[in-house]
């Protein structure tokens, strides 16, 4: 069972997908059958949870030859930073499809069934080509849904994220099948498994050169800034679930390629590139935060302020101590959480006032309280409350980083202040003061609680109690990567 | 036992949220204020059981109740600890915070938010008690950050009015500024403990570890929290505008409690800054500054609640001064009688402005001591407390601090300090006189009647006020300084003959007296408002133009920088380079495009170009002999 539970948790949905078009299947059908697989997959997860041993390294490998000429296996595994990935990714998806019940278009549903094996496969992929696939494979639902379902100027938008990760993506596969070359070259035999190319001994200089291959596919994704400037149009214009995903899922992928290929492949070499990433880390996080200060749109503001925060996990990577490892690891996953939540809202703002400019907002307050509840709790999470998992991970960050030096302590802890202002003030404009229409809406409905109350609940749970989820992480964090 | 103390409020405050956002519109009075109230007496009753036992003799209380984090040697407990420095803040911060939620009951009555209210006010007592009774710094700041929070959601209750949130949102985060520096000195005494630990006893013992310098920095971040919750300069901006909030949270919270967590957080690291007096001095310095400054202010302001928040700003200073000057047992003993007075002065405040039909302007009251009898009688009293005018409380306890700093020898301390005393008479019987004795006005007025909810509290804090100085009697009075010797905080022993520290009373008493006379003078008749008709008044009336200033200097420059970053260097110079090298192709495939042009004489042309190009190669590069 457990040699094949990661292929089926990556391949049920696209099979469900499959199996529903050539069924030609109605509507019902096709949002039934997205929820079974999302569920399906949920149970499998908790299931691997369940197995899951902390101190056990990669797990539930699983090897088998793919195109056996060039030496290209399909290969995948889990450890540690792949599970609370994983976790999050099968979290999100149910919850996700009670969001979107009432939509009928269905090439929405495929494309998320398509996205779901998307990431799941780059979360859990060991082999280079096979995540290569994986990570272009999840971008085409993007692009779809940005550039049809989406709004604004969809198709422009949708147009300038694909071509600027996929600038990022050429370089990357330039840098994986080099380094296939060079294994051949060495050895003999061709492979692209993670393990074989990270036995190769590499002179400095072609090093560096392949380092930033893969760093640059990763910065664009994350987007560290300067390679930014597709974050916004793309928040802005795509619909709800997308930016959930692109938000809480795939701009962690960045991240995690630094973690997984970064320090798996060039720990050596990376050292060249901290000094710069550290300080474009640190510009990010207080440039992405100033810009979303004067943001009237909610998805963009929400857009800058999840660039400034994955900086902040991304100068977290590098600052190579057990707590800003452990921050930035923790920070993953209760930033996802916090901002699925927040874009969620933010949705449920758009459905309700068919707006999401600040401007056109406020009085909520006066007559939803359950939606202001949830509203605010989310926007607090993202200011890093107490109580909340953001403190926790941020604490964590910020003490590893006066552990590195105390330059970057100070600066790292200015993430106390920068997402205060943005925050702040957004939630003066958006739920308080004078309403400015007057028609009355409604609060939340009971499926609209139902399906924000988990998000509420791990995050108080990960903010009070992270003791009940360290000790899944800490072996890994401690044996280093 | 402190699990209790510290979780009930928060588990209240979650019940009350759930029932209040179940139904927002049902009317659930008693519901709300059984659950509210009910869960504070209980605490109230825990903490000063504990209080007795400690007095007894009991040792310091330790409990746990779950492992908060475990990574490395990152190991934090959600702990409490009640020490004798804790217990005495929790017994009068429950106390007086039931009497308080018994007041709001009859404030709140008729508000349509009276649910969310007891919600976030027992959300507000659980914070405040978790920031005491913490047993490490981590555990602290959680409390410190809530009660920020629990300050926000509570100044900005009534949302509609959006000067009210942005009152709230100021409050948060100049407390944010404080909590920033707060946090880099945690991070940096968790660094450099190099895990020893990180309860308060474990830094205790393992403080030699670090170097002076270091420390010095630690104690100098801390205190920038202190000064952002406390109120002081250059952090204070929030406060008198926190004013916002309904009376019973100023009572509540911007005076008897949260203000005084800076106060306390010192107190607590006391084992810290007595290595590093001159940080210590310039605490001492910060406080007396803010109290000279906060009664200079209050003097010619004219709203009631504003004239007491400068007036808690004011008795916020003399309580660094004191912990600064490693008096810590006097610093705290003046948080616990101000807790009385101030409280009491807060509710006879919101008292009046709920008869007045919520007016706040003291220059539009007038004569109400026939009609407000009791009111007007146990304000007297806390204004007397506040005064320093013996035997009430407060004069025990300023004149505690006041000696201290003359016989540590800080004379400039001392003499601020003994100045400002003089001013805070004044300008509390200007208040006083105002609004009760003076002519009222013209207009005819029907006081809105008062609930005996919102009246008895004020009795019980009167008895407070006239009788909590006598915990702390020095020797120079014939007493024993109990509070001094209950708490065994490492005090500075200054010595002081009797007939000097007669002296120094005679001082202080004469010029509150003088204070007192000058204000019944002039405003015990007819009070005027102060105009801004010379320059020296305009200035003060705009409270030295420190918001504008701060407006200038912060929020201005930053907004400009978020549009600049919005027009220009996102759209500029990052978007530009992109759409720059888009345009270069287009233009490069534009050239291309002409050569392609369909006209067989440019092909021919082409043709001939290039087999010139390759003849001149093969010859003159590879030397083909043709």
């Known amino acids: ?481 | 036992m402190l699990n209790i103390i510290v979780t009930l409020p928060f588990l209240s405050s979650l019940l009350i949220a759930l029932i209040y956002l179940g139904n927002t519109n049902a009317k659930r009075f008693v519901l709300y204020t059984s659950l509210g109230i009910g869960s504070l007496v209980i605490i109230t009753t825990l903490s000063l059981m504990s209080l007795y036992d400690m007095m007894q003799g009991a040792a310091t209380i330790h409990t746990k109740l779950f492992e908060w984090i475990h990574l490395g040697d990152f190991q934090i407990e959600v702990a409490f600890m009640a020490d004798r420095l804790s217990i005495i803040m929790i017994s009068f911060i429950t106390f007086i915070g039931t009497l308080i939620h018994i007041y709001a009951a009859g404030y709140m009555k008729d508000d349509a938010g009276y649910g969310k209210f007891f919600s976030y006010f027992n959300l507000f007592m659980g914070s405040m008690l978790l920031l005491v009774l913490a047993d490490n710094p981590i555990m602290m700041f959680v409390g410190w950050e809530l009660v920020g929070l629990s300050s926000y959601l509570l100044i900005g209750f009534y949302h509609q009015d959006a000067a009210n949130i942005k009152a709230a949102n100021k409050a948060f985060m100049l407390n944010r500024v404080g909590d920033f520096g707060f946090i880099m000195g945690l991070s940096i005494l968790f660094i450099s403990l190099e895990g020893h630990g990180f309860s308060f006893d474990a830094i205790k013992a393992n403080i030699a570890l670090i170097d002076y310098q270091t420390l010095t920095l630690i104690g100098l971040l801390l205190f920038v929290g202190a000064m952002g919750k406390s109120a002081q300069i250059p952090l204070y901006v929030w406060l008198p505008d926190a004013m916002a909030g309904p009376t019973p949270v100023s009572a509540l919270i911007h005076a008897a409690t949260m203000v005084t967590a800076g106060v306390y957080m010192v107190a607590r690291f006391s084992f810290l800054y007595i290595q590093i007096p001159d940080i210590g001095l310039f605490i001492a310095s910060i406080g007396a500054f803010s109290a000279l400054f906060a009664a200079i202010i209050a003097s010619y302001q004219s709203d009631i609640k504003k004239i007491l928040a400068y007036s808690t700003m004011s008795q916020l200073g003399y309580m660094f001064i004191a912990v600064g000057l490693e008096s810590y047992s006097s610093g705290i003993f003046h948080v616990f009688t101000h807790a009385f007075f101030k409280a009491l002065l807060f509710m006879g405040a919101g008292a009046v402005i709920i008869a007045m039909h919520h007016e706040q302007n003291i220059f539009k009251m007038g004569a109400l001591r026939g009609e407000l009898k009791l009111t007007y009688i146990t304000m007297f009293i806390a204004t007397l407390a506040i005064s320093g005018i013996p035997p009430f409380a407060g004069f025990f306890s300023k004149d505690a601090i006041l000696v201290t700093a003359f016989a540590s020898g800080h004379y400039a301390i001392w003499t601020i300090g003994t100045l400002t005393a003089g001013l805070t008479a004044f300008y509390m019987f200007r208040m006083l006189f105002s609004v009760f004795h003076a002519r009222k006005s013209k207009a005819q007025r029907v006081l809105h009647p008062l609930p005996k909810c919102m009246t008895y509290p004020l009795i019980i804090l009167a008895i407070g006020s006239t009788f909590a100085g006598f915990v702390g009697v020095n020797g120079a009075y014939g007493g024993e300084n109990f509070i001094a010797h209950f708490l065994q905080l490492p005090d500075i022993s200054v010595h002081l003959s009797h007939s000097s520290e007669y002296m120094l009373a005679l001082l202080n008493v004469s010029l509150a007296l003088f204070g007192m006379t000058l204000a019944y003078k002039l405003y015990g008749h007819r009070a005027k408002e102060a105009q801004p008709d010379t320059l020296f008044k305009k200035v003060i009336i705009n409270k030295f133009y420190i918001d504008a200033l701060y407006e200038t200097l912060f929020m201005k420059p930053l907004l400009s920088l978020s549009r600049f970053i919005a027009t220009t260097v996102d759209m500029k110079i990052f978007d530009g380079f992109l759409n720059y090298s888009i345009l270069f192709y287009r233009v490069l495939a534009g050239q291309f495009i002409r050569l392609q042009n369909g006209k067989v004489r440019a092909y021919a042309l082409y043709f001939l170009l290039g087999v010139s190009a390759m003849s001149l190669f093969l010859i003159y590069k590879l030397g083909v002999n043709l």
């Open chain 1, 1 to 481: 069972m457990n040699y094949h539970i990661l292929s089926s948790i990556i391949f049920l949905p696209l099979l469900m997908a499959i199996l529903l078009g050539v069924m030609r299947a109605p509507l019902k059908v096709l949002k039934a059958g997205a929820i079974l697989s999302s569920l399906t997959t949920l149970l499998l997860v908790v299931r691997v949870i369940i197995d899951f041993n902390p101190k056990g390294g990669m797990q539930f490998m699983q090897n088998l030859p793919w195109i056996q000429n060039a030496g290209i296996t399909y290969s995948v595994g889990l450890d540690a930073l792949s599970l609370v990935l994983l976790t999050l990714i099968a979290l999100l998806m149910p919850l996700l499809y009670l969001y979107m019940l009432k939509e009928h278009r269905k090439g929405y549903w495929y494309n998320m069934l398509l996205l779901q094996t998307g990431v799941t496969g780059a979360v859990l992929s060991l082999d280079l080509i096979l995540f290569y696939l994986f990570w272009e494979t999840m971008l085409l639902p993007i692009f779809v849904m940005i550039g049809k379902y989406g709004n604004g100027l969809r198709q422009y938008n949708s147009m300038k994220i694909v071509l600027m990760t996929i600038l990022g993506s050429m370089s990357m596969l330039f840098s994986i099948l080099y380094m296939g070359y060079i294994y051949f070259e060495t050895t003999g035999a061709w492979s692209f498994s993670l393990y074989d190319l990270a036995t190769i001994d590499l002179s400095t200089k072609s090093s560096i050169w392949l380092t930033a291959g893969f760093l640059l596919a990763f910065a664009i994704k994350i987007p560290l800034v300067g390679f930014h400037t597709w974050m916004a149009p793309a928040y802005g214009s795509a619909p709800t679930p997308a930016v959930v995903i692109m938000s809480a899922i795939m701009a962690k992928l960045g991240v995690y390629g630094i973690w997984r290929f970064g320090y798996g492949l060039f720990g050596g070499t990376l050292h060249y590139y901290t000094p710069t990433i550290i300080t474009l880390a640190l510009i990010g996080l207080l440039y992405y935060a100033i810009r979303a200060i004067t943001e009237k749109n909610l998805r963009k503001m929400f857009a800058y302020s999840s660039g400034s925060h994955l900086s902040l996990i991304a100068l977290g990577i590098f600052l190579s101590n057990i707590y800003a490892w452990g921050g930035s690891l923790y920070f993953i996953a209760t930033h996802a959480l916090a901002s699925a939540g927040m874009f969620m809202m933010i949705g449920i703002t758009y459905n309700r006032f068919r707006s999401v400019n600040i401007e056109q907002l406020g009085g909520i307050a006066q007559k939803a309280p359950i939606f202001t509840f949830f509203f605010a709790f989310f926007a607090l999470c993202i200011a890093g409350l107490p109580g909340t998992g953001g403190f926790v991970a941020e604490l964590l960050i910020i003490i590893g980083a006066f552990k590195s030096s105390f330059l970057v302590g100070i600066l790292s802890a200015t993430t106390m202040l920068s997402a205060m202002l943005y925050i702040f003030w957004m939630l003066q404009r958006t739920l308080f003061g004078a309403s400015h229409n007057e028609t009355k809406i409604a609060d939340l409905t009971l499926k609209e609680i139902a399906m924000l109350t988990p998000l509420v609940v791990l995050l108080l749970l990960t903010g009070i109690m992270p003791s009940l989820f360290i000790p899944y992480l800490e072996p890994q964090l401690l044996g280093g990567f």
